[in-house]
């Protein structure tokens, strides 16, 4: 049961364009919402998170949208740069799922992201 | 401050082999994750630590995996017989005490398993 699904496997942008990464999620109890990012042979790095009581956060180029009616969220980058290019991975929690999955993040499976010269 | 350190970086193995990883997490954090990344997909979370207690491991293969944390602090996964769909990277994480605390992660192991 895929809780949180990225559906593009990949995106190809060109250098100063927007980068637009979209996730959607199932389960209705998950309250927040992060996205990471992964370079090769490394640990994912921490890159902006929602609260499901915001519709938006800003982080200099990086902006996250959240629709909680149709579960989606989207990730857009502005400009795009070559060191953008990376693998981005949306991940979802929930603050009401007991003390057992506190703080538990379940991850979608990941976007490639190529920005081009 | 420094990141979670883990070790080994890579291991090769062969099946029904035994192989341990070990993680040390930021100083203070009170919770650490470990996860296993199949290739082409996201992070899976085997086991949760609050401190050295065990709050989480619904997903942990239980008949061949474990893992514990010593003290508090440091952590050790350990598979034992290996299989060949253990091919993974398996990243720790760790976080401060709060429900947004952002995980931090650590460069993973990756585990080939001939």
């Known amino acids: 049961d895929q809780q949180v699904k990225q559906n593009s496997p990949s995106l190809s942008v060109q250098e100063g364009r927007i980068s637009i990464l979209n996730c959607d999620y199932t389960n209705s109890m998950f309250d927040y919402f992060l996205w990471y990012k992964k370079y090769p042979a490394e640990g994912p790095t921490f890159l902006i998170s929602?609260?499901?009581?915001?519709d938006k956060n800003e982080d200099g180029r990086f902006t996250v949208f959240l629709n909680k009616s149709a579960k989606h969220l989207s990730l857009h980058i502005v400009p795009s740069q070559p060191g953008d290019s990376a693998v981005y991975f949306c991940?979802?929690?929930?603050?009401?799922?007991?003390?057992?999955?506190?703080?538990?993040?379940?991850f979608g499976q990941g976007t490639i992201l190529t920005v081009h010269p | 401050e420094a990141g979670v350190a883990q070790s080994p970086r890579y291991k090769i193995i062969e099946k029904r082999q035994s192989v341990a990883f070990w993680c040390n997490p930021i100083s203070g954090h009170a919770t650490l994750y470990w996860y296993q990344q199949i290739l082409g997909q996201g992070p899976k979370l085997l086991i949760q630590?609050?401190?050295?207690?065990?709050?989480?491991d619904s997903q942990l293969p239980k008949d061949r995996f474990s893992a514990e944390r010593l003290k508090g602090v440091d952590s050790t996964l350990k598979i034992q017989p290996a299989k060949l769909e253990d091919s993974a990277v398996y990243l720790c994480?760790?976080?401060?005490?709060?429900?947004?605390?952002?995980?931090?992660f650590g460069p993973g192991t990756r585990l080939l398993v001939l």
């Open positions: 630590f609050q401190n050295n207690g065990v709050v989480d």
């Open positions: 929602i609260s499901s009581i915001k």
């Open positions: 994480a760790s976080r401060r005490q709060g429900f947004q605390e952002t995980q931090y």
């Open positions: 991940a979802a929690s929930s603050s009401n799922a007991g003390g057992t999955s506190y703080g538990k993040l379940t």
